[in-house]
């Protein structure tokens, strides 16, 4: 960790910290599934992976949660999936590329290739959600505070980040949060994405054939 004179904190191929523990995980998967707590839909059986060459984003919170989904592409059967619920009041991100491949019947592996942000114009979003199982990035934080309880990311006088997501959360659990992130060179993999506004430019979209290098985003 290297602090920097702008007041703020780089950190070197920054990693997930926040995914709950596994004890907690499976409490807040019992509550989902007994309607006692709620997510804002059931996630797919598929994961996707996202890149992107710089994001900028103001008013950033990270802790941790539960999406609650389908286990796999067939049946009805559920699972509750911890992530990292990265947040950010307003964010631009260039040359963001998403990915997800599917096993199509008779035909084989498809993948479903977007991109955006490429040209002069970035992409932009407002109160933006991220729910992520794996990433890595060089990261800048200004104004970081570590160790924040979650519920309290959203408080009037102290919060630093957008609503808290829901009640998947832990509201006591662990959360850091900053005026401002910057991540270079992203690579991750998100069961969700939401935001309150995505204005995607120069949106360019394709049906690839195959997997893997060349045809994912990583």
Known sequence: MESVARGGTRWKRFALVMVPSVAATAAIGI??????LAASFAVSGQEFKV????????GFAQYGGVDMGYADLKGDAKTAHPVAISTFKNATI????????TDVPFVGKITLQLKA???KTP???ENLYLDVSELEADAEFRNIDIGVAAKDT???????GPAV???SILPNGFAQQADRAILDDVKQKAWATTAGTFKLSGLKMKLLKGSGDG???Y
């Open 117 to 119: 942000g490429e040209g």
């Open 51 to 58: 890149t992107a060459g710089h994001l900028d984003g103001h």
């Open 154 to 160: 959203d408080n009037p006088t102290t919060g630093k």
């Open 215 to 217: 045809v994912e985003c």
């Open 94 to 101: 260039n040359k963001m590329c998403q990915s997800v491949v």
């Open 31 to 36: 509550g989902l599934a007994q309607g006692a």
């Open 123 to 125: 992409v932009s979003a």
């Open 165 to 167: 997501k829901d009640s």
